[in-house]
């Protein structure tokens, strides 16, 4: 008789190695960022503009999800931030397991706000949790205000939503009041924050709410 061993489903293995990760972030009081969207939508210049504006208020680290290269890290790591590259070779996202050995790559004793840019996705990356404290998506104009209610998941996993490039909404056929509708439809508790990192505009209010959570993580 053949003996079959049923494997653990993946979405179980993933969230057993998170619980592990959150209870190392929780005892380091570090605050762990997910930070997604699609490709295209400016989220490594977000990046770039919240490191920038952070410098010398908070010590970050970030990991880089990407499928190929290391041009993401290369652009984060002249920030002067320390970063780990972590490359899928064709995952669509990253996971807990992927997160966890990459930590070892930092001290984390010496961080208040670890950043996981994930891999540019609008699906896959708000399936798999990562042992963070929040999730942050992304969302550009020029995707169109469409997005939310296609691809809902995202937002309604996440706790912020930082509407970029709205220096080029005179251009573009985006209505950004409905896509900010539609956001709050989606999740009502949603904290939406719009931007443009290419004249770097906007970004106060999401500087100030992320120095708000590292303040809870470490009381």
Not at 67 to 92: L, M
Not at 179 to 187: G, P, T
């Amino acid at each position: 008789m053949v003996k079959v061993r049923m494997a653990a489903p993946v979405l179980q293995q993933n969230d057993e190695v998170a619980k592990e990760n959150r209870e190392l972030f929780r005892e380091k009081h570090l605050f762990v960022l997910n930070l997604m969207s699609s490709p295209g939508s400016g989220k490594t210049s977000v990046l770039e503009k919240t490191i920038e504006r952070l410098s010398g208020r908070l010590k970050l680290g970030v990991i880089e999800g990407d499928i190929y290269t290391t041009r993401d890290a290369e652009r984060i790591e002249k920030c002067g931030v320390p970063v780990v590259q972590i490359n899928t070779a064709g995952s669509c996202h990253l996971d807990a397991r992927m997160i966890k050995p990459a930590l070892d790559d930092f001290d984390l004793d010496t961080l208040d706000i670890l950043i996981v840019e994930n891999v540019g996705n609008l699906v896959c990356p708000a399936e798999f949790d990562l042992g963070e404290d929040a999730r942050a998506a992304v969302l550009s104009i020029t995707e169109g205000n469409d997005k939310p209610m296609k691809y809902p998941l995202v937002f309604r996993e996440s706790q912020v939503v930082l509407i970029n490039k709205t220096d080029l909404l005179p251009y573009t056929d985006c209505d950004i009041e409905l896509m900010e509708k539609e956001l709050k439809q989606i999740n009502p508790e949603l904290e939406l924050f719009r931007v443009s990192a290419r004249i770097n505009e906007g970004f106060e209010p999401w500087i100030t709410w992320l120095e708000e959570q590292v303040k809870i993580k470490k009381n």
